[in-house]
């Protein structure tokens, strides 16, 4: 069109055309006679990846061991040897003459419960060094204790007709059960089911609670407990007067229990 061509005239009507100048200077062109390689015909000069074949240690290299915490505990005992007949440690429990109704270990090994007629238990580490925790608050002897599986609770069965979980680093129990859930003292009990559940016997029944544990404190409602337990069965032993003890797989899920009677028989239920 006329209007598109500087030489042309415009059209009527329209703007006459201004020249643009522009601001950029025109350079001379340089021709190079060296130019720098991109590198494609070249070998790179950095290995990216170097697979190591047939890689031996150093001769003088030796793993370091982890700390287990079991300090003066042998790790593995050596198979030639005879069986121990001398104790490495004893400790004293408590000043006056005071029986010792159960222990357990815990399941990482590093740390010992211990229940006493003289309602309270302890907790040693285990070498046995040094003084050890101290938890107090039953009415009757300690029948039995035990450990959750990541060894942060502690369960405690009185003769008092309680049942208590305790946290390991505290002094007072998390969850409380009384006479009011059982009606004769437990003479057993344990976590199971990987912590899910609490198991226990009362006279010739055992029960299997669900809990849930809440340490949180309120300073205005302290009196309120949060952590709660409910029952999930109950079963009674026909023909025995008593479940002396019982024992549950608490490492992995497993619905075998073991129970133990006044009437000499081994039971096992699936």
């Not at 130019?35 to 290299?61: C, D, E, H, M, W």
């Not at 007709?161 to 003479?187: C, D, F, H, N, Y």
Request: proline fraction near 8%; include cysteine; charge should be positive.
């Amino acid at each position: 069109m006329g209007g598109t061509c500087p030489l042309c005239p415009p059209p009527p009507g329209f703007p006459p055309l201004i020249p643009v100048v522009s601001s950029v200077k025109d350079k001379p062109v340089v021709f190079h006679t060296k130019v720098r390689s991109s590198g494609y015909t070249s070998a790179p000069s950095v290995n990216i990846f170097t697979p190591k074949l047939n890689s031996q240690k150093r001769a003088n290299s030796v793993p370091k061991e982890k700390n287990s915490g079991l300090k003066g505990i042998t790790k593995e005992y050596p198979l030639d040897s005879l069986a121990p007949s001398r104790p490495s440690a004893q400790v004293v429990v408590s000043n006056q003459s005071t029986p010792v109704c159960c222990i357990q270990y815990s399941g990482d090994g590093k740390l010992l419960a211990v229940g006493l007629a003289d309602k309270s238990m302890l907790v040693y580490n285990a070498s046995l060094s040094g003084s050890p925790a101290v938890f107090k608050g039953h009415d009757g002897a300690v029948n039995c204790v035990g450990w959750a599986q990541n060894n942060k609770w502690l369960l405690t069965a009185s003769e008092d007709r309680s049942l208590w979980i305790w946290p390991v680093q505290g002094s007072t129990p998390a969850l409380m059960l009384g006479p009011e859930t059982l009606s004769k003292p437990a003479r057993s009990a344990q976590f199971y089911y990987m912590d899910k559940f609490m198991l226990f016997s009362s006279g010739s029944e055992f029960q299997l609670h669900r809990y849930h544990l809440d340490t949180s404190r309120d300073d205005i409602q302290s009196y309120k407990k949060k952590s709660k337990s409910r029952m999930v069965g109950k079963f009674k032993m026909a023909g025995t007067q008593e479940i002396s003890c019982l024992s549950a797989v608490n490492d992995f899920y497993s619905c075998i229990l073991l129970l133990f009677v006044q009437c000499l028989c081994l039971l096992s239920l699936i």
